[in-house]
C-alpha cells in the first residue's frame, strides 16, 4: 500500500511498493536518519521488489522530498564500501534510463566500520559520482542524522 506522502510520484508503482511517511532507515545495526519538523514532506521507498524489480545491484531506500522531489539514496551496508557505491551507482542508472527526473540528489553509505584500504575506492566512487551524476556521496558509520537544512544546499 501506498502512503499519503507518496501519491504525487507519478513514476511509483502504486501496486507494489510499500512506501511511508518515514524519516528513518535501519537494517543490521545501521541507521539512516533525517531531521526534520515535519516528516510528512518526505517518503521512504524500499528500492529492492519495488522500484527495482531484477536482479541488478540496487541501493536499499531511497528517501524523497516530495515538496521538491529531491532524492536521497541511501546503502545500509557491513565493511564492503566499493559495493555500496556501486549499488547506488546502479540504481541511479536505473533511474536515468526509466527518465525518472532527479531536481536534487544526494548519496549516503552507512557502514560497519571503515577500513583504510576503503578510502581510495570510496574516494573514487565519490569523484564519479559528483562528476557523473552531480550527486554529493558521504559516507558514516552505523548511525547517521543528516539535519534537513544541509540536504539541500
Not at 33 to 51: A, G, L
Not at 106 to 117: E, G, N, Q, T
Request: aromatic share 12%; net charge positive.
Amino acid at each position: 500500500m501506498i502512503s499519503k506522502c507518496c501519491e504525487n510520484l507519478k513514476w511509483l508503482d502504486k501496486q507494489n511498493c510499500a512506501t511511508s511517511a518515514c524519516v528513518s532507515a535501519t537494517e543490521k545495526n545501521k541507521t539512516f536518519e533525517i531531521k526534520t519538523e515535519n516528516r510528512k514532506n518526505y517518503c521512504r521507498i524500499k528500492i529492492d521488489d519495488c522500484v527495482i524489480k531484477s536482479e541488478q545491484k540496487k541501493c536499499d531506500y531511497l528517501f524523497v522530498e516530495t515538496q521538491k522531489e529531491c532524492f536521497i539514496f541511501v546503502e545500509l551496508k557491513g565493511g564492503e564500501i566499493g559495493i555500496a557505491c556501486e549499488q547506488i551507482c546502479q540504481t541511479i542508472d536505473y533511474f536515468i534510463s526509466k527518465s525518472i527526473q532527479i531536481k536534487y540528489k544526494k548519496a549516503y553509505v552507512i557502514s560497519s566500520s571503515v577500513y583504510p584500504k576503503s578510502d581510495v575506492a570510496f574516494g573514487k566512487y565519490k569523484e564519479k559520482l559528483k562528476q557523473k551524476y552531480g550527486i554529493l556521496l558521504e559516507r558514516y558509520t552505523r548511525h547517521y542524522i543528516a539535519n534537513e537544512n544541509d540536504l539541500f544546499k
